[in-house]
């Protein structure tokens, strides 16, 4: 899991957080200063629907 | 005479989040539990280092403002964190150590300290954890 921070207070704003040892993260992310990264889901390649060809 | 003057304006970490603007004491307390070892045949009592104990107690201004004191603090009650201190907001150095709790406990979190004419503030007092300092 990455976070990225949301609070100056934290460290500059869009950077990647990494947590040091003895911090708790999900005080963090309750108290808005950090939140979770989504990451890129790989795309699958598009469906082709052939339609059977009936001639 | 003091040979040096030291202003107190310390920065203050609480897990990693800079509590400076909201803070107006802080008072950081190496201890280690002293065990007596006094044995029959002494004349005084000795003692050995027994387990490390530190506090770190803070005085805070209560805010409720996004990423203030409350966001910071509601938490963190009943667990443990990480706590920094040193002595101003320059570079670490030997003449400006930073010192560190890591895995302090919180036990208790005032919510509201209100009183008619006065400022919200709040007592912290973060115990035990690992103390260590760094000067570089």
Redesign the interface.
Same mark, same amino acid.
């Given at each position: 899991m990455t976070y990225l921070i949301v609070?100056?207070?934290?460290g500059v704003v869009g950077d990647l957080y990494t947590?040091?040892? #003895?911090? &708790?993260v999900?005080?963090?992310l309750?108290? #808005?200063?950090i939140v979770e990264q989504s990451t890129p889901k790989t795309k699958k390649s598009a469906k082709t629907n052939t339609e059977p060809n009936e001639e | 005479m003091a040979t040096s003057t030291y202003l107190s304006n310390p920065l203050v970490t609480v &897990?990693?989040?800079?509590?400076t603007d909201q803070c107006s004491s802080a008072n950081l307390t190496r201890v280690i539990e002293a065990l007596e070892s006094t044995s029959f045949g002494k004349t005084a009592r000795v003692y050995v280092a027994g387990l490390e104990n530190s506090t770190l107690t803070l005085t805070m201004y209560n805010s409720f403002a996004?990423?203030e004191t409350y966001? %910071?603090l509601?938490?963190?009650v009943g667990?443990? %964190? %990480?706590v920094k201190i040193k002595p101003t907001s320059a570079a670490t150095s030997a003449t400006n150590p930073e010192s560190t709790l890591?895995?302090c406990y919180l036990e208790t979190l005032p919510i509201v300290n209100a009183a008619l004419g006065s400022l919200d503030t709040i007592d912290l007092v973060f115990t035990g #954890?690992v103390y260590s300092v760094a000067v570089a």
């Open positions: 609070s100056s207070k934290l947590p040091a040892e #003895g911090i &708790n999900e005080a963090l309750f108290g #808005g200063f | &897990n990693a989040v800079d509590m996004a990423s966001a %910071t509601a938490a963190l667990t443990s %964190t %990480t890591t895995g #954890g």
